[in-house]
Every structure is written in structure tokens, then in C-alpha cells.
């Protein structure tokens, strides 16, 4: 039986619109501490101060909140071996206050699934708020990609008289075409790190192609955007300089697609990319806390809701991709993911708060 590599022409949409999501990685503790945490007090994370930025981005319209494999809640991770399960935790312990996705990621590969599934469970949807799982690392392994979603999925708790708990919205990063084919069969959404747009076009084709041959209809692909925002250019450059001086080399962004200028410019980059067919949305890096998420917030967001590629409602509810029945899991559900291939951490410095939130 043959696949169709072409979609059928009602299924086009009649404008572009673009999905935004924004990673606060950045809002973890530092990881400037590694190798003396033994030595220094324990820092921990600031979770009111994350839920207020989320729940300002879910009320500006971005679709969900990232939280990479790099997000600790505290700087003792050295001697505690359940750190990585920290973005899940984060996101569970916030989920009251969000109003959109939640889409934490974690090192699945020799970790305990049925904690990962456990917590993802318990995020609330009273407000809206829905639950994503971002895998990576996978190196093309669908096996091993099937055990790792099999593992998350299929241990969900259900409460008595609760309904069934959703099935977490699937994130996989894509790099190469190895991983376009695991991409296409498992992922709702997809994240790829390119500066170049005829490429992240391709990438964006095989991957919607691969989906279509999987049975599956809605993947959306999103760019990584690393973005410095200002009032006027030169100080948006002015500032990206000073940012890029102090990460170095080995900044959370790095290979990253750049944004930098008004949210005009900002606007024109994001419009030029999705009407040319290289990307359904983007991932939101900010340069610096708290003025590039409010740049996104009351500069860019709306401008986008201006020019039609930002729908006028909340984004929270966006479809999940359909999918066939789901493939049998192999033996054991170790396997999954390692540390991530590339980091997708946020340049976050100290800021103020967007709003005050206390979290339980």
C-alpha cells in the first residue's frame, strides 16, 4: 500500500498561524555551582517565581512553558540522585496556576517511568493546563523511543471516579534524518535548532511527510529563537553583546536561530519563517529575564495578533496529533532518555517577578 507525500488540498489552512512556546530553563538554580555545591549553601529554585512568569505567558497567549533537562530545583544535585526528575516536578507543583502546556523534560533512559507518569498525572487541568513530556537523545532509536512513551503513558494512575488521565503531549528535538521518522511516528510537536531556512524548511516537510505515512495528521514543527528585545535596535544589539560575553561559548542558545531588535523585527523574522513553510512556531529563548519575555509579552505577541498569525483566542488547547494504535513496548522500559544533545536552557539573570503567585 502506498503513502501519499502529499497532503490533500482542504487541509491546508487558510492563513499561517504560528504556535509560540517559551523555555524558562533559565529560572532553575545555576549551574555555575557544579563541583562546590559540598562547599556553598543550597540554593533552591523560586517556584512563585516561576509560576507568575508562566501564567503571564499563558495569558499572553504562548501555547506552553518548556523546562529542559538542565532545570534543578536545587543546587545539591551532586548527591541527589532523583534530580533529573526535577523539570516534572516543577511542572506539577506550578500546574495550578498555568492556563496552557507544561512541557518538562527528563533523562528517561535508567529512570523510573512510573514516577515520570505519576507526576505528569497530578498536573492540573482545572485552569486549562495540559501536560507535554519532551524526549531527547534518542539518536534514532525507535524502539527505544516506543518503550520510553509505552513507559510514561501506559503507568498513568487513575484515581477512583477520576477520569482516564490525557495522555502527555509528546516534544521530540530533531537534528538529523535519522530522527525525522521517529519524529513523524511519535511526536505532537517537534523542536529543531537551525539558523538556516531553506534547511529548516526540509526538515519541516520530512517531517510532516514521515507523519502523514505514520497515519498522523497535526505535528507541528518549532524553531529554537533565541531572542533580545529592546525599543530600538541598538540597544537590542547593545545588550545581545553583553549576553553572549557572559554565557561564552557554551550558552544555552548556541546554533540557535537569533532574534535581535524591536518586536517589529522580531515579528518580521517569525512571519518571514512561518509564511515560507520552515516553521509552525517557535520556541522563545529570552537573552535576559525579566525584559525579553515581557518584549514577547506586550511587544512581540501582540504584534503577531495584529498581522493575523497569532489566533485571537488561547493557543492552550491546540489538537494533539492522531495517531495509530500504539506499538507494543519491548521487553523492559529502561530505556529512553540520556542527557540532552544539545541544551535548550534559557540565559535567565535575576529578575523581578511578572506577578506574585504563591505556590503550594
Known amino acids: ?166 495522555r502527555p503531549r509528546v516534544c521530540v528535538p530533531v537534528s538529523t534524518e535519522s530522527e525525522v521518522e521517529v519524529a513523524g511516528s511519535f511526536a505532537d510537536v517537534v523542536r529543531i535548532r537551525e539558523q538556516d531556512l531553506e534547511w529548516a524548511r526540509e526538515l519541516r516537510y520530512a517531517v510532516r511527510a514521515a507523519a502523514r505515512a505514520a497515519g498522523r495528521e497535526n505535528v507541528r514543527v518549532l524553531v529554537d529563537l533565541h531572542a533580545v528585545i529592546s525599543a530600538d535596535r541598538a540597544s537590542a544589539e547593545a545588550r545581545a553583546e553583553l549576553v553572549a560575553d557572559i554565557d561564552g561559548e557554551d550558552a544555552p542558545w548556541r546554533d540557535a536561530l537569533s532574534a535581535v531588535g524591536t518586536p517589529g523585527d522580531v515579528a518580521d523574522l517569525i512571519q518571514t519563517w512561518v509564511q515560507a513553510g520552515a516553521a509552525d512556531g517557535f520556541v522563545v529563548l529570552p537573552g535576559s529575564l525579566p525584559a525579553d519575555v515581557v518584549g514577547l509579552l506586550r511587544g512581540v505577541l501582540p504584534e503577531l495578533r495584529a498581522r493575523g498569525l497569532v489566533a485571537e483566542e488561547t493557543v492552550a488547547n491546540a489538537p494533539t496529533a492522531q495517531r495509530p494504535a500504539a506499538r507494543p513496548a519491548a521487553d523492559g522500559q529502561g530505556a529512553g532518555v540520556g542527557a540532552a544533545r544539545r541544551r535548550t536552557t534559557t540565559g535567565a539573570r535575576p529578575g523581578g517577578q511578572l506577578a506574585a503567585v504563591p505556590v503550594a
Open 1 to 166: 500500500m502506498s503513502v501519499s507525500l502529499l497532503p490533500t488540498r482542504n487541509a491546508r489552512p487558510s492563513a499561517a498561524t504560528a504556535t509560540i512556546g517559551l523555555d524558562l530553563t533559565g529560572l532553575g538554580v545555576s549551574g555555575a555551582t557544579d563541583g562546590f555545591s559540598a562547599d556553598l549553601p543550597v540554593e533552591k529554585a523560586d517556584l512563585a517565581r516561576l509560576a507568575s512568569y508562566t501564567r503571564s505567558a499563558h495569558r499572553g497567549g504562548v501555547s506552553f512553558v518548556s523546562l529542559g533537562e538542565q532545570f534543578r530545583l536545587r543546587s545539591d544535585r551532586v548527591v541527589r540522585r532523583d534530580s533529573w526528575l526535577d523539570p516534572v516536578v516543577a511542572a506539577r507543583r506550578i500546574s495550578p496556576h498555568a492556563a496552557a502546556g507544561l512541557v518538562p523534560s527528563v533523562p528517561v533512559r535508567g529512570a523510573d517511568l512510573s514516577l515520570v507518569a505519576g507526576e505528569l498525572a497530578q498536573i492540573s487541568a482545572t485552569g486549562g493546563a495540559w501536560a507535554g513530556l519532551q524526549v531527547s537523545d534518542h539518536n534514532g532509536d525507535t524502539d527505544a523511543l516506543a518503550r520510553t512513551l509505552s513507559g510514561v503513558t501506559g503507568t498513568l494512575p487513575r484515581r477512583a471516579g477520576a477520569p482516564k488521565a490525557a
